[in-house]
């Protein structure tokens, strides 16, 4: 089965650093780009930025670059998102998808979700 | 930055069509995704270049797009299609944009 398994629930101070993992299986990581998506409370989607597992290579959306780094380990099939002094406004949940394969053909393949609380 | 406009909600009875809308600058000459999502739940992808559904979507989703504005319809409306959809296109070939979703009442 293809899945994507993301890392629990964080409930971190701010100005905390945080490092939520996704971990895909059951396909060839390295073939398709990850996706990782924003969702504050009540709110719509937001796309943060991807990776290319294969390279580690990286777009963001102008609103997230420089506020989070998107990095990844192919040896273990694993996204990472990630912040270095966390605001009460990163509150929200934080999914991970998988690219069908081109920027037209969609994410396929989402994980659970991570909730991220930032709260002192 | 490339934005997309959705209706916030879209009311439709059990068996009738409904049709949401994404509007934005040029969208035709893009490629539209659309995705469901019900509460407490992850997004499932629904449409992908514009009109393809993907194995297991039921046949009564369907999309299309052109000009400035992409369409998801779907037919015979369902209790069970009750959800928040998004639609998603590209800015630019490296940056995503998601509409802000419409919630779809099935009443």
């Known amino acids: 089965e293809v899945q994507l398994v993301q890392s629990g629930a964080e409930v971190k101070k701010p100005g905390e650093s945080l490092r939520i993992s996704c971990k895909g299986s059951g396909y060839s990581f390295t073939s398709n780009w990850i996706t990782w998506v924003r969702q504050m409370p009540g709110k719509g989607l937001e796309w943060m930025g991807r990776?290319?597992?294969?390279?580690?290579?990286?777009n963001y959306s102008p609103s997230f670059q420089g506020h989070v780094t998107i990095s990844g380990d192919k040896s273990i099939n694993t996204a990472y998102l990630q912040w270095s002094s966390l605001k009460a406004s990163d509150t929200a949940m934080y999914f991970c998808?998988?690219?069908?394969?081109?920027?037209?053909?969609?994410?396929?393949?989402w994980g659970q979700g991570t909730t991220v609380t930032v709260a002192s | 930055s490339y934005e997309l406009t959705q209706p916030p909600s879209v009311s439709v009875s059990p068996g009738q069509t409904a049709s949401i809308t994404c509007s934005g600058d040029k969208l035709g000459d893009k490629y539209a995704c659309w995705y469901q999502q019900k509460p407490g739940q992850s997004p499932v992808l629904v449409i992908y270049q514009d009109s393809k559904r993907p194995s297991g979507i039921p046949e009564r989703f369907s999309g299309s797009n052109s000009g400035n504005a992409a369409t998801l319809t779907i037919s015979e409306t369902q209790a069970m299609d009750e959800a928040d959809y998004y639609c998603?296109?590209?800015?630019?070939?490296?940056?995503?944009?998601f509409g802000g979703g419409t919630k779809l009442t099935v009443l």
């Open positions: 998808a998988r690219h069908r394969g081109g920027n037209g053909d969609g994410m396929d393949v």
């Open positions: 990776i290319d597992p294969s390279d580690s290579y990286t």
């Open positions: 998603q296109a590209w800015d630019s070939s490296t940056v995503g944009v």
